[in-house]
């Protein structure tokens, strides 16, 4: 609320830099996981706060989206303002984000906004059997795939899919019951495919959005497979590579899809394991004496290690994920869980 991550524009920077003491570039994508996130602090503390600081934080943040970050002579959301590329899974997260703000203050033209990105979404990246993840603006070409996992169809498309069930617009559902199709047959592989250690914990982030977007499925056997599955594989490989190299995002995400796919009655829980992935998690929150406070830093988290060294990274999706993660493993072991699938960030 008081690091600066949210500009004055209510857009939100990717990451605070603290080896170059600035901020990065405003992103829409990280913007629209700061609406969400606001939203769900807002949920939360609301009976024992009376005022709206997180609900206006919220709302400022859906107004940048809603006014600023659209492009109405191509009627998406760019990458970053002015940017010439448009990607589907920032798209998917904003949509998101902009219906969470709507269900926290009623806006209607919140969720019309969140409509006319979810057309998009499906007109625009429609691929020969997937869906491009990059295309050109204003052209709306796709971009040639490259090897990188953000660059290339995959299984994570699936947690921005999520943009067509949530107004319960029946439109939508086959699309994303063909992307859930395309992400069961090929989410083994998107691991598989990558030898590089490092980058491999890129990817252990990328396919926890696929465990998340499971979750809103894991009525469905093919679903609760993949999610026992994939659960066991992110943490096998996480404990593997940390030592060189770990995400905290990667931590949160895991302990989340654990929980919550236990009280969905999907997956039960191995609460050994979650508490480890709690204490991960927790280690990367930057506390400090009042006396030294940095408000850039303190109460967030980092973005990982590297060979035990801490990246200069203050990242706000990092500290959304592991405070939401760590909120729900406190409300599990003290017996107190309320949570909709909706709040997931």
Not at 75 to 104: C, Q
Not at 300 to 315: A, H, I, Q, S, V
């Amino acid at each position: 609320m008081r690091s600066g991550i949210q500009e004055s524009s209510g857009g939100v920077a990717r990451y605070f830099r603290t080896d170059t003491n600035r901020n990065a570039a405003v992103s829409t994508e990280i913007t629209g996981y700061a609406v969400s996130a606001l939203a769900y602090l807002h949920s939360v503390t609301r009976s024992v706060n009376e005022d709206s600081e997180y609900l206006d934080a919220s709302r400022r943040s859906a107004l940048y989206l809603r006014n600023d970050a659209w492009d109405e002579t191509t009627s998406t959301f760019p990458f970053e303002p002015g940017s010439p590329h448009a990607y589907f899974f920032d798209i998917g997260i904003v949509v998101r984000g902009l219906m969470a703000a709507w269900r926290a203050t009623g806006d209607e033209a919140f969720r019309s906004r969140a409509r006319d990105a979810a057309l998009s979404l499906a007109f625009d990246f429609m691929g020969d059997g997937c869906f491009d993840p990059v295309i050109t603006l204003p052209e709306k070409q796709p971009l040639e795939h490259e090897p990188r996992w953000s660059r290339k169809p995959g299984c994570y498309q699936l947690k921005s899919a999520l943009a067509w069930l949530n107004d319960d617009d029946p439109r939508g559902r086959p699309l994303f019951g063909e992307m859930l199709k395309y992400s069961l047959a090929t989410h083994e592989s998107f691991l598989a495919d990558e030898r590089d250690r490092e980058k491999l914990m890129d990817r252990l982030h990328a396919y926890c959005y696929f465990l998340e977007a499971l979750l809103f499925v894991s009525e469905q056997d093919a679903a609760k497979q993949a999610l026992r599955w994939g659960i066991d594989r992110v943490a096998e490989l996480l404990r593997e590579i940390a030592p060189e190299f770990e995400r905290s995002d990667v931590c949160a995400q895991l302990l989340r899809v654990r929980v919550v796919a236990h009280h969905l009655g999907a997956v039960s829980i191995d609460n050994r394991m979650a508490n480890e992935e709690a204490f991960r998690a927790a280690a990367y929150q930057a506390i400090s004496e009042p006396a030294s406070r940095d408000p850039r830093l303190h109460g967030g988290y980092w973005f990982g290690r590297k060979r035990g060294e801490t990246l200069p990274f203050m990242n706000p999706v990092s500290t959304a994920f592991c405070m939401q993660a760590l909120d729900l493993w406190e409300r599990h072991k003290a017996g107190t869980w309320q949570f909709e699938l909706h709040q997931l960030i």
